[in-house]
C-alpha cells in the first residue's frame, strides 16, 4: 500500500486531504505543529512537529512514497497584506519547503504535491475587477502583490528544479480562496469567506457588519471539496502543472456578504471600513485544468456557502457560550 505524508495536516485543507485519502485506503501520516482544531483526523500517525527543523522533516519523510505539502505560514488578507508578517511568512514557509524536498529527495520519496497559490499572479494583471487575468502563463514577468505571492513562486520553482535534477515528481497546483466548514474562523488569519460568516453570524438582525475597502474588489472561492477532488486528480494525472484550482464564478466581496445575510435570514447593512484588501479582482481561469484533467470544479458558490455558514454559526454560538461560563 502506498506510504503518503500530508504535511500541514492540522490546517483546514490538510485535514479534509487527510480525510479523503483514508476513505480511499491508504496509509497516512500526518504532521503539523498543532492538532487539527476542529476534527479528529482518522490518521495511521500523527506526528507533531516543525518543520523547519531538518531533524523532524528526515523522522516524517522516511518510509514515504508521496507527500503532499500543504504546511505555511498561512492566513487571510489580515495577516498576509498587512506587511507585519513578511519576514515570518518568507521565511517559514521557505524553509519548509526547502526541507520537504531535500530530505524527501533523499529518502527515496518519489511525489510531492505542492500547494502555490493565485497570489503569485502579477497585481498588474488583477487591477480591474470586472477583468482580471489569472491564465497560468501571465504569471511572468512576475510581480505578485505579496511576499507570500513571492515565496509561492519561489517555491514553485524549487520543486520544479528538484524535478529536473534529482528526478523526483513534482505536481504543482495554485488554489484561488479555498473556503469551507473546519477552516480557521477566528483570530485574524481567517479568509474572507469564514470571517463573513462570522461577522454575519455575530450581527443581530437590522444591524451592520464591517467589509474592509469599498467591497467592490472581486474575488471566487472554491468550497472544500472540489479543492480536495482537485488536488486529487492532479496527483494522478500526468500533468506536472502548475495549475489553478479555483472556481470561476466572480463575485464582488459587497456581494458576498449580501449572499451570506441571506443564507442566516438576517437584514444587515455592510459598513465600509479600511483594511487590508489585496488585488481589486481576481477569478480562476480553468481553462487549462479542464484541458489537462478534462474536469474542472461546478459546485456553486450558494452550495458550499450554505453549508459553510451552518457551521460557522455554530462555532459563533459555542464560543459564545464558553465565553459566557467563564464570566460568570
Ligand atoms: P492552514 O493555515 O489552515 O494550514 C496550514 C497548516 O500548516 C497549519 O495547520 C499550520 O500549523 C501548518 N504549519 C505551518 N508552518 C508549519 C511548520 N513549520 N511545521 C509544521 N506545520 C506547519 O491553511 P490552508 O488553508 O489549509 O492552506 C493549505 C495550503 O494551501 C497552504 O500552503 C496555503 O498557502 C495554500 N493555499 C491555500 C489557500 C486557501 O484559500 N485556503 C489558497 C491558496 C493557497
Redesign the pocket.
Known sequence: MKRILV??A?????GHLVKRLKREGLWVRA????HHEYTRLPVDEFVL????DPSVVSYVVAGIDEIYQ??????GAGYLFTGDNDADVMH??A??NLNILECGRLAGVKKFFY?????VYPESNQMDSDNPNCAEDSVYPAQPDSEYGWE?LFSERIYLAYMRNYGVQVRLA??????GPQ??WMGG?E?VPAAICRKVAEAADGGNIEVWGDGKQSRSFLYIDECIEGIRRLMESNFIGPVNIGSEEMITINELARRVSAIARKKLGIRHVPGPQGVRGRNSDNRLLAKKLGWAPSCPLCEGLEETYRWVETQVREHTAVAALQTE
Do not use: E, P, Q
Request: charged share 20%; with cysteine.
Open positions: 504535511s500541514g492540522g490546517g483546514f485543507i490538510g504532521v503539523d505543529l498543532k512537529g516543525d518543520l523547519r500543504l504546511a505555511a505560514d498561512m492566513g517559514n514557509s524553509l519548509v500547494s502555490s497559490s493565485a497570489c509561492k495554485r488554489f484561488h480562496n479555498i473556503f477552516g480557521t488569519r479568509k
